[in-house]
C-alpha cells in the first residue's frame, strides 16, 4: 500500500503594521450626460435625474418667397465716359469766379457814410425831447391819406407857369382883356412864408419833414405850433414834400386856404392827427437814444446771469 501523503498547514504569517496613510481628497467628478436611447415606437426616453436635457436644434426655414433683387445699372452708370467730372479752375485766364457780396470791400461814398454814422450816433447818445419829438412820425397809411389830399393842392410847375404867362401876352396883343381868374389854391412852402403863415394863424395845417439837416432849421416849428395853436404833423422824407412843391427837398409845407371838397377830409385829419402832436404832453419830456449795441447789450447780459448765479449759490 503506498505510504499516505500528509500535509501541513503553514501558519499565518503576520503582516508588519503598516503606516496610515493620509487621508485624499477625492476629486468631485461630473457625470457626463448620457444621451437616452430612443425606445421603441419612437419616443425618446425620460432624462436620467442629474443629466441636463439634450438642447434642442433650431432648424431656420428659408422663406421662398423672398428672390434675390436684380439690381438693374442706370444708363448714366453704363455711360461714364459721357459724365467725366470737369472741376473749375478759378486762376488767370481760366474759369470766371461766381459772383460774391462785395459790399463789405466797398469804399462807399461820403454821405452814405454819414449819414450811416448819424443813424447810429442817434441810438447810441440821448437824444434831447424836442429832436426825439421829429422821430415821432405819421403811420404810412395816414401819411398815404394826406399826400392823396396834398396832390391836388400841387403849385403850377415852371412850364406850366411859362405856358399861362404866354396865353395871357397873345390876349392882350390882340387887345382883348384876359380872364379874371381867381387866386390859386396851392400848397405854400418856404421856411420865411411856412412862419408867417404860422404867426398869423392863416395856416390850417403844417406838415414838417423829419430828416431836415441841419435840424436846428425846424426844431423849434412844433413849439410854435402849438403856442398859435395851428395843426401839425410830422412826416417821413423831406423829398417826399420837396416833389409836391416841384421841389428836390421842402423842410416844411402849409396849407392855407382849401376846396370845399375837401373840408370834412381835413377836419376829420386834424381831430386823429391833433392827440398826436398838438396836445402829446409827455412826448415833450421824452428823451431818446441810450440804444446799447449788440455787443454791448450781450455784455450786460452775461454779467446779470453771473449775479443771478451768486445769488442762487448764497441761498
Not at 149 to 159: D, G, I, K
Not at 189 to 210: D, M, R, Y
Not at 251 to 275: G, M, S, W, Y
Not at 300 to 309: D, Q
Amino acid at each position: 500500500m503506498p505510504p499516505k501523503k500528509t500535509t501541513t498547514k503553514a501558519a499565518p504569517a503576520k503582516a508588519a503594521p503598516a503606516k496610515a496613510a493620509a487621508p485624499t481628497k477625492a476629486a468631485p467628478t461630473k457625470a457626463a450626460p448620457t444621451k437616452a436611447a430612443p425606445a421603441k415606437g419612437g419616443k425618446t426616453a425620460a432624462p436620467v435625474k442629474g443629466s441636463k436635457a439634450p438642447a434642442k436644434k433650431i432648424v431656420k426655414k428659408q422663406d421662398k418667397s423672398k428672390k434675390k433683387k436684380i439690381v438693374k445699372k442706370s444708363w448714366k452708370s453704363l455711360h461714364k465716359h459721357l459724365f467725366e467730372k470737369t472741376p473749375r479752375d478759378y486762376r488767370t485766364g481760366r474759369n470766371i469766379p461766381p459772383k460774391r457780396d462785395l459790399t463789405h470791400f466797398v469804399r462807399w461814398p461820403r454821405y452814405v457814410r454819414l449819414q450811416r454814422q448819424r443813424a447810429i450816433l442817434k441810438k447810441r447818445l440821448k437824444v434831447p425831447p424836442a429832436i426825439n419829438h421829429l422821430a415821432k412820425t405819421l403811420e404810412p397809411n395816414q401819411a398815404a391819406n394826406l399826400f392823396r389830399m396834398l396832390a391836388h393842392y400841387r403849385p403850377e410847375s415852371a412850364e406850366q407857369k411859362k405856358a399861362r404867362l404866354l396865353a395871357k401876352a397873345k390876349q392882350e396883343a390882340k387887345g382883348q382883356e384876359a380872364d379874371p381868374s381867381k387866386k390859386p389854391r396851392v400848397l405854400k412852402f418856404g421856411l420865411n412864408h411856412v412862419t408867417q403863415l404860422i404867426e398869423s394863424k392863416k395856416a390850417k395845417l403844417v406838415v414838417i419833414a423829419h430828416d431836415v439837416d441841419p435840424v436846428e432849421l425846424v426844431v423849434w416849428l412844433p413849439a410854435l405850433c402849438r403856442r398859435m395853436d395851428v395843426p401839425y404833423v410830422i412826416v417821413k422824407g423831406k423829398a417826399r414834400l420837396g416833389h409836391l412843391v416841384h421841389l428836390k427837398t421842402a423842410a416844411c409845407v402849409a396849407l392855407a386856404d382849401i376846396k370845399k371838397e375837401h373840408t370834412n377830409t381835413l377836419e376829420q385829419f386834424i381831430a386823429n392827427t391833433r392827440p398826436m402832436y398838438n396836445d402829446s404832453v409827455a412826448d415833450r419830456k421824452k428823451w431818446g437814444g441810450g440804444i446799447l449795441g449788440t455787443k454791448a447789450q450781450a455784455a450786460l447780459k452775461r454779467k446779470e446771469k453771473a449775479k443771478a448765479k451768486e445769488l442762487a449759490a448764497k441761498k
